[in-house]
Nanobody, 123 residues
Framework: QVQLVESGGGLVQAGGSLRLSCAAS????????MGWFRQAAGKEREFVAAISRSGGSIFYADSVKGRFTISRDNAKNTVYLQMNSLKHEDTAVYYC????????????????WGQGTQVTVSS
């Protein structure tokens, strides 16, 4: 069973950048497809980005395409989310998740979740 710990959240002005990290432990990281999701106050958790085990397949939500970049370093057991040109509507708790199946932009496909990290974008 894998444990996931997110970091890198914080307060940033609109137009700024943040880089989120998610460190995995307790499992073989390269066996998991990884995803980032977010949940704004009063809203459902939504898909942001996902990356396959090898990094060869990547998916993005339309709302972040061209601004966010997901990547992974299997040697460091870490997945990243580089967020550029941040908007107020990106404000949310960001979660990373691990899937034992194939990479997918669907929340129900993910088996393990981190505790989340808050991202607040001031307008």
């Amino acid at each position: 069973q894998v444990q996931l710990v997110e970091s890198g959240g914080g307060l940033v002005q609109a137009g700024g950048s943040l880089r989120l990290s998610c460190a995995a432990s307790g499992g073989t990281f390269s066996n998991y497809a990884m995803g980032w999701f977010r949940q704004a106050a009063g809203k459902e958790r939504e898909f942001v980005a996902a990356i396959s085990r090898s990094g060869g397949s990547i998916f993005y939500a339309d709302s972040v395409k061209g601004r966010f970049t997901i990547s992974r370093d299997n040697a460091k057991n870490t997945v990243y989310l580089q967020m550029n040109s941040l908007k107020h509507e990106d404000t949310a708790v960001y979660y990373c998740a691990a899937s034992t199946g194939v990479v997918a932009p669907r929340r129900e496909r993910y088996d393990y979740w981190g505790q989340g990290t808050q991202v607040t974008v001031s307008s």
